[in-house]
């Protein structure tokens, strides 16, 4: 007796089971969803229970033939499959030869009903009826008889309230026995309406197929494109037949069709012909499922090393999905490359997916709207499910991981993208999840969905991908061979979006480096050899891949970017420090940075014994707050929030209150401890600190005016803080109290709640006779709470501003000065002043804003203790000071738009080493000392512990680097001289500009020096023996200059004036350095016939020839030649400040050497035939800081109106002097006098 099972029996087994463990029989009733009112999609198959239950079991068939369709079937080779158990997500796997009519049938219902189909077959045979194939010539639109060999099937288009339909495509050829690639003609039979449903599994690609009574029809597609097709209509019918047959057909009809050929082009009109469509013969590939990689999304393995994807095929279901083993051939499938986009990073397909990558990337299968899947063999198991991704997400299974991918399947299928789309939105999906799997965004579904769209948005736009038009199943499915709109044309390589981790994108930026080399405009290039070396790298979103990050604040207080497994040291550089507050904790996507490497390597010669040079080198990103695109602020919706709507800044503010409702029982805050508004007005950087034991600790210290808020604390307190802004307090941030990672969010400007600070332990004692208060914050003890001027969350708690009656004053020292309001003591800006206290310090402490147009590295500095013996492990760790112990900084900041400039001396032994403080930045010093100068009425800038760094822009703007400055005076060389001898003037140091031309060049001295110890480098070894030391490139010059009114002399520095001087190519500069590298240093003395020495010009005076060696290595010219150029090259803007002579004279002294006292300098001129001593002015000393050149015509245009100028500035004769006064002469005049003397 056989054991037979029907829907409800099966359904008792939860884990699934199979026929070969029951050793039974399933039977039921068998059909084919047709209606849009069943649970089911439209040609689901179920096994239907016809009781009163009507429970039914979809069905993953091979095939279907019509004759099985409604009927009671006994299936004897089945596998029921339960995908989890406890879950109604079974069915039913059984191949259709294994369907039997009866339970003791010895032949399958499939051979019974191919056998029967022989019958009408052949009948139509007898009757002489007239069988076409694809690319006859049709006499009739009706009654058409066509056979073929099936090309393709499409998907069952099945759209709500529209009748389904499905196209057959059928060809002339055999396909089994084309060639690979050979051209195919090829028409569509088009099958519309429900009833038709049943006839979709019946066709198999590579099957001979007859059908009758069909009958030409023209549909159009969206675009309007008009295709003439054949319909199958409800008299039509339909069988399978075997090759044999169909060649019968195509020999029998060959003659007829040729005797008949010109009758029927008389008769045969071109809108009653087919559309006939050209195809390829194309692959199939038959394997096995050996992965079921993610089922929700149809991608599996084949035979181990194949990724396929059956996403776009409208007739895989999830729901139903393939099983490990399981033997396939696919149809149409496209043969696709997939690789990132930088070549190698992969979350999706390296990390999820765990694809086999081959040489040329991962091979893979796209499945369309074309393509079938052929089962040829199931599983022999029931229970080969298993997912090598996230679980299988099922309506009943809530948990967030499901929800969030089903969101991203949402995404996809909302857009309609193609295979590409499809693998950029997982790889996003997975890099995501990733990245961030601890954070907020994997807790929260809303904020996963705003991170995905915020992102997908953003590589959308900048790769310009469009969103996917509507489908057409005739544009689709008809023209697929010419164009696939799934996969592209002629995309056999496919490339992903890359997403890799910030160790990786720091690799790959460290092997781009490029010198920072930028030397801008009013720097002092003395001491090329102490400037810090620094490399620069740069990204923005036309790179290869993407930055995706959270920003965190270390427990040293410096701020990252960091995801799941590297972190990147990270500069926010903004237009206000107020601009970075409340960014620590959030997710971002950077979409421009800079990475800077800084040289800090050093020769330790703390031991006399074993001296060694140490590598250290400081690498971080320096990203503009603009470019930096957040992605899931840290202040989501849940967290509470503070707002002041409209704040005055004109009117002194008091105290604060809560408006309209108890915060308390509104927005669950507690209320035991009181709530205090704290206003930023000053802060100092994070320094280290020692404890009482020895062991190190660091701290930020801010300094805020605090106000009461009243309406949120439950009773009042006598621990309560009275706070009316009236007193300043210092909030202590430590690391000993975790509270360090506030430190950046407490910006100058901006406005926080704390709740806790009457708790206790909180006060510091002070131990100063000035009463000062102190306060440590606890991050277990204190909330922090932002508070700004508007806010978009929904949890809000909006305070009320209260002022007093007295108006807020301006601070002056709280104000942020440019450089040039700065640089001359007599023109300070109101409130400034410069009154000096003991060692000629400045009473007021500055805030300035400048371009950093030098820095360079200071020796030789006291011993600071503790701190500075452990620098370079201090630096290493903690990022605190240079690294080497008596090492300061010195800095040189230029006025943007001009040239002042002012020097900052940085101790920084106790602070974080300045990260973003490169060449060409913006920045902004807070605190900063002055002091004045003991030689003249200037000032010089210190900054230490209490100096606080901003970065406003790391990269200067065109207009700083090629800047001309502006508004700066063209002066004749004639009025600086002091022609009413004894009158002193007083030096303003304020730059100049003059119009002149070379005279001579006095002194000329180019050499390549040790970065470590300074000695000559020739040939590329080191004098000084040092070992792996860089070089660098040093140059001098000392010329003498004219405008025709009369001489100066003019220090210049730096290879960039002195290059711009000689107005040399790029050529001749790059063959003069290299020349100079052979020889160590070359020096030229204008005087006279011009010589040039080496370094060690005595001991090659026997093989040195200076001048074939020049010409040989700088294209014929010697370095003479390109100085007797210079001075030929005409005039030039000279861009300095006067160097001051001397020591100032004291007034009230008498000195009996007039000459002397009064700086002539003594020389003999003929008169003639006899020797006349006389004096002269000493000459104007200018320190070269610009050089450009100008154009003529406005050139002339300025001299004449300098001239003018320079006429009406002439003082009057004062009448003590002029009795005594000489008769004024021109300085030239003696300067060619004596040269024809001598």
Not at 395 to 407: G, P, R
Request: charged share 20%; with cysteine.
């Amino acid at each position: 007796m056989v054991k037979i099972l029907c829907i409800n029996d099966l359904k008792n087994y939860p884990y699934g089971t199979t026929h070969r463990l029951t050793k039974a029989i399933v039977s039921d009733f068998l059909t084919v969803v047709s209606t849009e009112e069943d649970n089911y999609h439209r040609g689901t198959v179920l096994l239907l229970d016809k009781s009163e239950k009507r429970e039914a079991i979809p069905c993953l068939v091979d095939r279907l033939h019509a004759f099985a369709i409604d009927t009671t079937v006994f299936i004897k080779r089945w596998n029921f499959v339960n995908l989890e158990e406890g879950a109604d997500t079974c069915h039913l796997e059984f191949r259709m030869e294994d369907v039997y009519t009866n339970e003791t049938c010895k032949q399958s219902l499939l051979t019974e009903a191919l056998s029967y189909e022989v019958f009408p077959f052949n009948q139509s045979l007898r009757s002489n009826r007239e069988y076409h194939t694809p690319g006859d010539l049709l006499r009739s639109r009706h009654k058409i008889n066509m056979a073929g060999i099936v090309y393709a099937v499409s998907t069952l288009y099945a759209e709500p309230d529209e009748p389904a339909k499905f196209f057959v495509q059928i060809t002339s050829s055999n396909i089994q026995t084309a060639d690979t690639g050979a051209e195919l003609t090829a028409i569509n039979v088009l099958f519309r309406g429900n009833e038709f449903i049943k006839y979709y599994r019946y066709f198999q690609i590579g099957g001979a197929f007859a059908f009758q009574n069909l009958s030409a029809e023209t549909i159009h597609s969206t675009d309007r494109h008009a295709f003439h097709v054949l319909e199958f209509g409800l008299d039509a019918n339909v069988q399978s037949i075997t090759y044999t047959q169909y060649d019968d057909i195509c020999r029998r009809y060959s003659d007829s069709s040729n005797s008949n050929s010109n009758s029927r082009s008389i008769t045969i009109f071109s809108e009653q012909q087919l559309t006939l469509i050209h195809v390829h013969k194309h692959k199939t590939y038959a394997g096995t499922i050996t992965r079921v990689i993610d089922s929700m999304f149809g991608i599996y393995e084949l035979d181990g090393t194949i990724i396929v994807s059956f996403f776009h095929m409208f007739s895989y279901s999830a729901d139903m999905p393939y099983r490990i083993n399981t033997h396939v051939r696919l149809h149409h499938f496209h043969a696709v490359i997939v690789n990132p986009e930088d070549g190698e990073t992969s979350y999706l397909l390296q990390h999820v997916w765990q694809a086999n990558k081959t040489e040329e990337g991962y091979f893979a299968l796209a499945g369309c709207m074309q393509s079938h899947v052929e089962v040829l063999e199931f599983p022999k198991k029931h229970d080969g499910f298993e997912e090598t991704t996230q679980p299988f997400f099922l309506q009943h299974n809530t948990d967030l991981e499901s929800q969030i991918k089903l969101s991203v399947y949402t995404d996809i299928i909302r857009r309609k993208s193609t295979f590409q789309q499809l693998l950029r939105q997982l790889e996003m999906y997975a890099a995501l999840t990733a990245k961030f799997v601890d954070t907020q965004m994997a807790k929260d579904l809303c904020a996963f969905q705003r991170v995905y769209d915020t992102v997908r948005g953003q590589v959308f736009a900048a790769t310009q991908t469009p969103a996917m038009r509507a489908g057409d199943m005739v544009n689709d499915f008809v023209l697929h061979d010419t164009v696939c709109l799934l996969v592209g044309e002629g995309n056999f390589c496919i490339v992903v979006d890359a997403y890799p981790s910030l160790d990786k994108i720091q690799a790959n930026l460290e092997a781009k480096r490029e010198d920072h080399n930028l030397d801008l405009a009013g720097g002092n290039t003395m001491f090329e050899k102490e400037h810090v070396l620094t490399q620069k790298a740069d990204y923005d979103q036309t790179a290869d891949y993407y930055i995706l990050g959270m920003l965190q604040v270390a427990r040293d207080g410096r701020l990252y970017l960091t995801d799941n497994a590297s972190r990147m040291l990270l500069v926010l550089a903004a237009p206000s420090a107020s601009d970075i507050s409340i960014l620590a904790g959030a997710i971002c996507m950077v979409r421009r940075l800079h990475l800077f490497t800084e040289d800090l390597a050093f020769v330790d010669t703390q031991d006399e014994e074993s001296i060694q040079r140490k590598d250290l080198h400081l690498t971080y990103g320096v990203c503009q707050q603009s470019d930096l695109l957040l992605l899931l602020p840290l202040d989501n919706d849940d967290s509470i929030t503070f707002c002041i709507p409209d704040l005055e800044t004109t009117r002194g503010l008091s105290k604060l209150s809560v408006y309209d409702a108890p915060a308390g029982e509104r927005y669950h805050l507690p209320t035991q401890h009181q709530y205090l508004a704290a206003h930023v007005v000053n802060r100092f950087p994070v320094e280290a600190c020692f404890t009482e034991n020895g062991s190190v600790y660091l701290e930020c210290r801010v300094i805020v005016k605090l106000y009461n808020i009243e309406g949120l604390s439950s009773t009042a307190s006598l621990d309560d803080i009275a706070a009316d802004g009236s007193t300043r307090y210092a909030l202590v941030l430590t690391s000993r109290q975790n509270s360090l990672q506030w430190h950046l969010d407490f910006q100058v400007g901006s406005y926080w709640v704390i709740y806790g600070l009457d708790a206790p332990d909180t006060f510091i004692k002070s131990t100063n006779t000035v009463s000062a208060f102190a306060l440590i914050l606890d991050a277990e003890k204190h909330t922090v709470y932002p508070l700004s001027s508007w806010t978009d969350s929904a949890n809000t708690v909006q305070l009320t501003p209260h002022y007093s009656q007295n108006a807020s004053m301006r601070d002056p020292q709280a104000a942020i000065y440019n450089v040039a309001q700065l640089t001359n003591m007599k023109r300070l800006p109101p409130g400034i002043t410069a009154a000096t206290t003991s060692y000629k310090f400045c009473e007021q402490l500055l805030h300035v804003k400048g371009v950093v147009i030098i820095k360079r590295f200071m020796e030789g500095f006291a011993n600071h203790g503790t701190l500075n013996k452990h620098a370079y492990k201090l630096h290493s760790q903690l990022g605190i000071s240079t690294g080497k112990m008596n090492r300061k900084l010195f800095i040189q900041l230029r006025q943007p738009d001009g040239l002042e400039v002012i020097s900052i001396y940085m101790d920084v032994h106790k602070t974080h080493y300045p990260a973003g403080l490169v060449i060409g930045a913006t920045v902004t010093f807070r605190n900063l000392i002055r002091k004045k100068k003991a030689s003249n009425d200037e000032f010089f800038f210190l900054a230490n512990s209490a100096t606080c760094i901003h970065i406003n822009e790391a990269i200067p703007s065109p207009s700083v680097i090629s800047m001309e400055p502006a508004l700066i005076r063209t002066r004749l060389i004639s009025s600086f001289l002091d022609t009413v001898i004894g009158q002193q003037k007083e030096n303003d140091r304020q730059i100049f500009r003059l119009f002149c031309y070379i005279s001579a060049i006095i002194n000329l001295t180019l050499k390549w020096e040790c970065r470590d110890c300074g000695s000559i480098v020739r040939n590329n070894d080191c004098y000084g023996m040092c070992q792996g030391a860089s070089r660098v490139f040093s140059v001098h010059a000392y010329v003498l200059i004219s405008d025709g009114t009369g001489n100066a002399t003019a220090g210049i520095d730096g290879e960039r004036l002195v290059f711009r001087l000689l107005q040399l190519s790029s050529n001749q500069i790059d063959a003069l350095k290299n020349l100079v590298l052979n020889y160590g240093q070359l020096t030229y003395g204008g005087w006279g016939g011009g010589k040039v020495t080496t370094m060690d010009d005595e001991e090659e005076k026997m093989s040195y020839d200076p001048e074939n060696d020049q010409r040989s290595a700088m294209h014929g010219y010697t370095l003479e030649d390109l100085c007797s150029n210079a001075k030929r090259a005409g005039q030039f803007y000279l861009y300095g400040q006067e160097q001051s002579a001397g020591k100032k004279r004291d007034n009230s002294e008498l000195n009996e050497d007039l000459v002397k006292e009064f700086q002539l300098r003594k020389f003999k001129i003929s008169d003639n035939g006899s020797l006349l001593k006389t004096a002269e002015l000493p000459k104007l000393k200018v320190k070269v800081i610009e050089i450009t050149f100008p154009d003529a015509r406005m050139a002339a245009y300025e001299m004449l109106d300098s001239l003018n100028q320079n006429d009406d500035d002439i003082p009057p004769e004062d009448a003590n002097y002029s009795a005594s006064l000489p008769t004024s002469i021109e300085v030239q005049d003696f300067d060619y006098v004596a040269r024809m003397t001598s």
